[in-house]
Nanobody
Framework: QLQLVESGGNLVQPGGSLKLSCAASGFTLARYGVGWFRQAPGKTREGVSCISTNNDDTFYTDSVKGRFTISRDNAKNTLYLQMDNLKPEDTATYYC??????????????????WGVGTPVTVSS
């Protein structure tokens, strides 16, 4: 059974860093496109970063470019999101997701099929 479990969310001060992890089980992560999404209170879920299925093309939404880095360790079947220079507006629940047919660029987000349960991130002084 395909399962995704996020971890690493926490309370952090503005300007701080966090590294989120997403442990995958029941399937081979290397064969899938992967992504991170977030949902702030009262807002719709938005795509943060994504890696396409076929060519490992990475994409970041404008608000996190230069601050967040998506990566994966296929040997550990784990996806990561390194978040630096965090801002209060980054406060949200963060979700990882995977899909077999994730295209390049922002269209990568639309290819996600399976989701984790989320991990909360709060950026506040």
């Amino acid at each position: 059974q395909l399962q995704l479990v996020e971890s690493g969310g926490n309370l952090v001060q503005p300007g701080g860093s966090l590294k989120l992890s997403c442990a995958a089980s029941g399937f081979t992560l290397a064969r899938y496109g992967v992504g991170w999404f977030r949902q702030a209170p009262g807002k719709t879920r938005e795509g943060v970063s994504c890696i396409s299925t076929n060519n490992d093309d990475t994409f970041y939404t404008d608000s996190v470019k230069g601050r967040f880095t998506i990566s994966r360790d296929n040997a550990k079947n784990t996806l990561y999101l390194q978040m630096d220079n965090l801002k209060p507006e980054d406060t949200a629940t963060y979700y990882c997701a995977v899909g077999q047919y994730a295209a390049s660029g922002r269209y990568c987000f639309y290819g996600m099929e399976h989701w984790g349960v989320g991990t909360p991130v709060t950026v506040s002084s």
